[in-house]
């Protein structure tokens, strides 16, 4: 039977490209596009498209009985450096969007939930290296303070209500179709831009902080691996960890100059600087491996490669 899916957030970096991703796999039709602004024209055009905002409950059952909806892709989010500048908008976003979806789920008008986790859970306390699923978490960010605490209802609504909710802890996402947009880790996709304009670029993180990311195409993949597994596969209800590669601004710059050999990178730190420290600088996820098969594609060299290839036509 074909499943009808809704993407809230769908114009932002990760909405655009599930969008389009979902709407090839599936047929346009089924993949109702949703955010509280209309962004990319071409994916507004490319099927159905409702504004909506995701903390609005009336709205949000009424969209899903009338297209009867099965998925949602929970995607709207205000992410870490926006949410330390509206702590309480950022808390009221996160979370009244989570407990909307989970309780349509509880109520059993749709059967199945993705919501993204984050790197942002690990705190300044978390072992750094190799971060494991299960460690010490004590985000001192409002983002990551919101995500631990999603995890959580997550894994409840799951153990109480079997609600079939199924999370990834996202690290830094790069790509080239949509930018991201208030987040620690934006230096990472905002470099290649800058580097074909202007040959140069300005780093708001210090030139060693190595941040665990990921090219978008694996994280749409795994997106899309966790919501088709067997469900006695997702053993883990709260996040999976899940990485692919980890790098400085330095050494994304390197990999950067074998295109464009005159790039220069300088370091401005700014406030985002606090938020990088406390967070990992690389991830076991080995649980992703073992319980659904993930495996992460793109190292550092191919998605240059791919950034250029893309932003240059
Ligand atoms: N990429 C996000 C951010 O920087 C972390 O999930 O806020």
């Known amino acids: 039977m074909q499943k009808n899916i809704l993407i809230i957030g769908a114009c932002g970096q990760i909405g655009t490209e599930l969008t389009f991703t979902l709407r090839k796999k599936h047929g346009s039709d089924v993949v109702i596009a949703s955010d509280i602004r209309e962004g990319n024209e071409h994916l507004v055009g490319s099927g159905p498209f409702e504004l909506l905002d995701a903390t609005d409950y009336d709205a949000l059952e009424e969209l899903v009985a009338y297209y009867e909806i099965d998925e949602v892709y929970l995607m709207a989010a205000m992410l870490s450096a926006t949410a330390e500048k509206f702590p309480m908008r950022a808390w009221n976003l996160n979370m009244n969007s989570l407990f909307n ?32 699923q299960n460690t010490i978490m004590e985000p001192s960010t409002v983002y990551g303070i ?35 947009g208030g987040g620690t880790t ?45 469900a006695e596969k997702i053993k883990i209800r709260s996040s999976y960890n899940l990485a692919a590669m980890s790098f400085t601004p330095l050494e994304i710059a390197e990999s950067i100059a074998i295109h464009i050999p005159k790039f220069k990178i300088s370091y401005q730190p700014d406030s985002r600087q606090a938020i990088a420290d406390s967070w990992p600088s690389s991830i076991d996820d080995s649980k992703a491996e073992k319980d659904w098969g993930w495996k992460a594609e793109f190292d550092l060299e191919r998605t240059t490669s791919e950034m250029f290839k893309n932003l240059n036509t």
Request: aromatic share 14%.
């Open 101 to 132: 979806v989970l309780n349509l789920a509880k109520e059993k008008k749709i059967s199945k939930i993705f919501w993204p986790s984050s790197i942002a859970v690990f705190g300044p306390n978390t072992p750094k290296v190799h971060t494991l």
């Open 146 to 180: 919101s995500k631990q605490s999603g995890e959580r209802w997550c894994e409840y609504y799951y153990n109480k209500y079997g609600v079939d909710v199924r999370s990834i802890r996202y690290p830094g996402l790069i790509s080239w179709k949509t930018m991201p």
């Open 186 to 230: 934006d230096y990472a996709v905002e470099i290649y831009h800058k580097a074909l304009s202007d040959g140069e670029y300005t780093s708001f993180l210090s030139a060693d902080t190595k941040l665990p990311m990921m090219f978008m195409d694996d994280a749409i993949r795994a997106t899309l691996e966790v919501m088709e597994s067997d």
